[in-house]
């Protein structure tokens, strides 16, 4: 089957085999710019029903060049999904799911997770409301500062193991991605909803697995920890005082989107005079191949993106 060309619309192009095509050249892109410098090495060659679980090369593990944590590949995400977003589709899908929550002007939202401040800024402007952004933390790095919110935006950080809110004070919530570096579902969601007024409304969006997830190169590449069972986030709502209305799948778009995504920046590269600096392209493969073995995982449906839709019914107790 053919890979993506600039003839070839996107939508013509089997999903699967585009997304690991187009990653790896991505990738074998970016190795030929380092000129020298030890990348990353990608993981060999497999069929797309099996996902690599070799380590990162001792080469690649002691290069002074490779970066030190993920924020070194901001410059990157910010070109596929837009400046201080977290996930494809960017503003477009921040606003898809905030647009699940009926939110007033007057209304404060609790955003946590990924990217919150920059999504919360997005969300304040299309739709008038205050937002409480409480940025992931990253174990061993200060989350970054892009820029001083606007008006109706408030900036702190949360950490999933030790999360606090204000109490009783947001009307509704969105989490993004909130168990990506670790956290208990349940702590974060009897948190969530103590943070709530009476009947507010949660999405979360995240990734679960049906069963542990123990390809080490994919939980290093993305700074994490195996994602919560699918089962354990819906019992963790519940106990947390919420009825569930909606569980979805989101990943056919969450891929379709990524595709999108690393095709534009593909398409971007090619027709730049300059070349990404050594670090620069370094990143570039490590966010490559991240991305790659995450589709992966989701395509063998051993991981799945989801998104819950809950009301709260009772404070927890």
């Excluded at 060049?65 to 990157?76: D, G, Q």
Aim: hydrophobic residues 45%; aromatic residues 4%.
């Amino acid at each position: 089957m053919a890979t993506p060309s600039r003839r070839e619309p996107l939508a013509e192009v089997q999903p699967w085999d585009a997304q690991d095509s187009l990653l790896r050249r991505v990738v074998a892109s970016g190795q030929r710019l380092l000129r020298g410098f030890q990348a990353p090495a990608l993981s060999p060659a497999v069929p797309s029903t099996t996902v690599p679980t070799t380590a990162a090369t001792p080469a690649a593990e002691a290069s002074p060049h490779r970066p030190a944590a993920p924020f070194s590949r901001t410059i990157w995400t910010d070109r596929l999904w837009g400046e201080g977003m977290a996930m494809p589709g960017g503003a477009e899908e921040v606003l898809r799911l905030a647009a699940l929550l009926p939110l007033a002007p007057a209304h404060t939202v609790l955003l946590a997770g990924l990217g919150a401040q920059s999504a919360g800024t997005v969300i304040s402007g299309a739709r008038g409301c205050f937002v409480a952004a409480h940025d992931l933390i990253v174990p061993g790095e200060a989350a970054p500062r892009r820029r001083k919110p606007p008006k109706r935006v408030t900036a702190a950080d949360f950490s999933p193991d030790a999360p606090e809110f204000r109490p009783a004070y947001h009307q509704h919530a969105l989490l993004l991605e909130p168990f990506r570096h670790g956290g208990a579902p349940e702590r974060l969601l009897r948190a969530t909803a103590s943070a709530l007024r009476d009947s507010g409304e949660v999405v979360l969006l995240d990734l679960v697995a049906r069963e542990p997830i123990t390809e080490a190169r994919w939980l290093k590449l993305e700074d994490r920890l195996s994602p919560p069972g699918e089962t354990v986030m819906t019992r963790a709502l519940e106990k947390s005082g919420f009825r569930v209305h909606v569980v979805e799948d989101a990943g056919a778009r969450h891929q379709r989107s990524a595709l999108l995504g690393w095709a534009a920046l593909l398409e971007a590269l090619r027709h730049e005079s300059e070349r990404p600096t050594p670090q620069a392209a370094i990143a570039l493969v490590t966010e490559a191949e991240a991305w790659l073995l995450r589709l992966r995982l989701m395509q063998q449906g051993r991981l799945r993106l989801l998104r819950w839709h809950a009301t709260m019914m009772r404070r927890p107790s």
